[in-house]
Each structure stands twice: as structure tokens, then as C-alpha cells.
């Protein structure tokens, strides 16, 4: 599995042949678009603008609900500030959370998730309260991300409060076995679109 970042909260993840673009987004940022072939593309914020770049017809998903195609099976949950979507492909579990960034907006995703692998947490809440949502969901990687809603610098104030020595990294490949059996690795991923 390849993890790439496109800045805000978009990531293109690719096994195989198989492409899925999370909250790709159009002109009118201060981002290039994200332009590459994708079969799924899933929404955490169900108002955004879907005038993606992506090509190759992709799939859809933008709701509340639980999806399965190429293999890919996920569960998205509506919350009072975005849909998180929980993704399961090639054995790993992968957690987008969107711009949900309040603790207590948890309580509806943590009985159905289980361990999680990899978690994508954007830094515009308050640290203190995302080292909260960490702890609670204890994955083994973390993937920060700057999306609409974080301040300049929230990256840096995220990673002090954290207090562990991040990764950085152009794109992060991945397989289950060798995911972190103990500790937890952090993963800056450098944005492709900037």
C-alpha cells in the first residue's frame, strides 16, 4: 500500500491497481488539484464540493453508511463535524477522521473500529484535544493533516504536544506485516500539491 499527500485532507492510497482518492478537491484553494486515476474517491464532509481533477469515472462516496467495492470495505459515520470513514484493505485498518476534532464525537465510531493502523487526524483542533482522540484510538501510525480549518503553525504546536520524533516523508509504503507491533510511528507526509 502507498500513501500519498495532497494537502488539506486529501490522500491518494493505491494497492495494486487499485487507486482511492479521500477528499480530493477542485480550483479555489491555495493547492494545485490532486490529478491522478482513481476507481473510489470518499468524502468526510458531505457539503464539499465534489469538482475534483481525479479521472477514471471513479465511484463515489460521500454519506453515512457501509460500502464495499474492489475490495475495499468501509464504514463511513455521520458526526456533528464530518463523516470518518473507516477503511479496511490488504488486512490494514485505516481511519480517516475528516475535520472531526472533538473528543466527545468519538463515542459513535470507537465500538465499531477496533485496532487501527493507520489514523488521519487533522491538526485544526486544539492539541491538547487531538493527543486526547489519539490516545482514545491508539493507532499504530499517525498521518497529520493541515486541512481547511487548521491555523499556520498548527502542524509544529501538534507535533510538540505529541511529543514524539516525526517521519518525514515524500509518500509512505506500507504492508501489514510491517506495521509497528509496539510504540507508535508518527509520518509527516510532504504535500504533493503545494
Sequence with gaps: MIISYYGLACFKIQSGDTVLAIDPYGKGTNFTPPRFEAGVIIYTDQQAKQDYSISGDPLVFSTPGEYETKNISFNGFGTASAIPFFIEWDGIKL???????????????????????????????????????????????????????????????????????????????IKQKSLPVEGRRLVVLEALGS
Design 95 to 173: 481511519l480517516h477522521l475528516g475535520e472531526l476534532g472533538e473528543p466527545d464525537e468519538l463515542e459513535i465510531i470507537l465500538d465499531h473500529i477496533g485496532t487501527i493502523d493507520i489514523l488521519f487526524i487533522s491538526t485544526a483542533s486544539a492539541p491538547s484535544k487531538l493527543q486526547k482522540i489519539i490516545t482514545q484510538i491508539d493507532p499504530r501510525v499517525v498521518i497529520p493533516m493541515q486541512t481547511t480549518r487548521a491555523k499556520k503553525g498548527s502542524l509544529e504546536l501538534f507535533l510538540k504536544e505529541v511529543g514524539e520524533k516525526p517521519e518525514k516523508l515524500d509518500k509512505l509504503t
